[in-house]
């Protein structure tokens, strides 16, 4: 378990990862970072499992973070005094928000749930983050019709009919995407309140037809399970 500590007073950056420590029983990796861009950049290089933020860095948005990384297959739990903004970071995919002062008992809970996610845990994401030239462009969810696999990358096919090119592959985006949005085919995650009907040819071959008109294939060994999601969509 890889945990990275990102909060800039020294002080309460030792008690979060004493914590974490006995939390793991000593088996975690913890790294502590006391600035926004250093804590940028590692994220950029390693993977964790979790991220324990401060919302507050020597007076810098820690919302930063949230913005760039929605899309990280790491979980986060926001640890700030800054509880006014609790709605805004949960919006962003936050899995828990701890309160400052905190105890023992707050924090071993919000590890707990990091521990034991369930997918149903990804329902509060409502959006996907972009890279842009010098900038980070927020992607409402609800906008998404679907998404197609790109190499490497996922390009983000929106119900206006652009697109937006993500810089993350299908596999990752799988883990972090709320209910609703399901794999239907090892290139295809579709939005599912997006979905029309089912489409059944000859030679066991299936596809999905969208409300927009777009067929899209459904790969034979997901057809059972999301037929039965899409059922109970319908009902």
Do not use: C, W
Not at 73 to 100: C, W, Y
Not at 116 to 128: A, C, F, P, Q
Not at 139 to 161: H, K, P, T
């Amino acid at each position: 378990m890889r945990i990275l500590i990102i909060e800039d007073e020294a002080r309460i950056a030792r008690r979060i990862e004493r914590m974490t420590n006995d939390f793991f029983e000593g088996n975690a990796t913890i790294s502590i970072i006391d600035s926004l861009k250093k804590g940028i950049d590692f994220l950029e290089k390693e993977t964790i499992n979790i991220l324990l933020l401060d919302l507050n860095l020597n007076g810098r948005d820690g919302f930063e973070v949230l913005s760039t990384m929605t899309s990280r297959s790491f979980q986060t739990i926001v640890v700030s005094a800054n509880t006014e903004n609790a709605l805004r970071a949960f919006e962003l995919g936050v899995l828990d928000f701890v309160p400052k002062p905190f105890d023992r008992e707050r924090l071993f809970l919000a590890l707990n749930r990091a521990v034991n996610l369930k997918k149903e845990n990804n329902n509060s994401i409502r959006y996907l983050s972009v890279r842009k030239t010098g900038s980070i462009k927020l992607i409402e969810l609800d906008q998404v019709a679907y998404i197609q696999g790109a190499g490497i990358y996922s390009e983000i096919n929106l119900l206006d009919g652009t697109k937006e090119l993500h810089d993350k592959g299908l596999d990752t985006l799988e883990k972090i995407l709320p209910l609703g949005f399901e794999r239907i085919h090892k290139s295809y995650i579709i939005n599912i309140v997006q979905a029309d009907r089912i489409l059944v040819s000859s030679g066991s071959r299936y596809n999905l037809q969208l409300k927009n008109g777009e067929v899209l294939p459904i790969g034979r060994s997901r057809y059972k399970d999301f037929r039965q999601q899409f059922e109970k969509h319908i009902d």
